[in-house]
Nanobody, 123 residues
């Protein structure tokens, strides 16, 4: 499975941005998918995840109500809609896939990773 994240850039606080993750590989859209981020000098942290059957979504408390994860199986893509971003959301964002329907928040349980896309939120 190969993952390609895109859509990062500079956005003003209170604006919006949508990240995309294109997945390729057999049955990749049946996998659980997650978004994680890593800010400078900090450890990578969980942002959002969606189960393999798209029934369940999970969010970090820090983004709940502002970010939305979704997937389009026809396009083999997963998205992260970022609404009203804050400067503290500035980070490199990574998409990840897990060979299971269950979508945990633990990045150690994900099997495949994209290259990351930088999001910078200006105040």
């Amino acid at each position: 499975v190969q993952l390609q994240a895109s859509g990062g850039g500079l956005v003003q606080a209170g604006g919006s941005l949508r990240l995309s993750c294109a997945a390729s590989g057999r049955n990749s859209m049946s996998f659980a998918m997650g978004w994680f981020r890593q800010a400078p000098g900090k450890e990578r942290e969980f942002v959002a995840a969606i189960s393999g059957n798209s029934v369940s979504t999970y969010y970090a408390d820090s983004v709940k109500g502002r970010f939305t994860i979704s997937r389009d199986n026809a396009k083999n893509a997963v998205y992260l809609q970022m609404n009203t971003p804050k400067p503290e959301d500035t980070a490199v964002y990574y998409c990840a896939a897990r060979m299971s329907a269950y979508a945990p928040a633990d990045d150690r349980q994900y099997d495949y990773w994209g290259q990351g896309t930088l999001v910078t939120v200006s105040s």
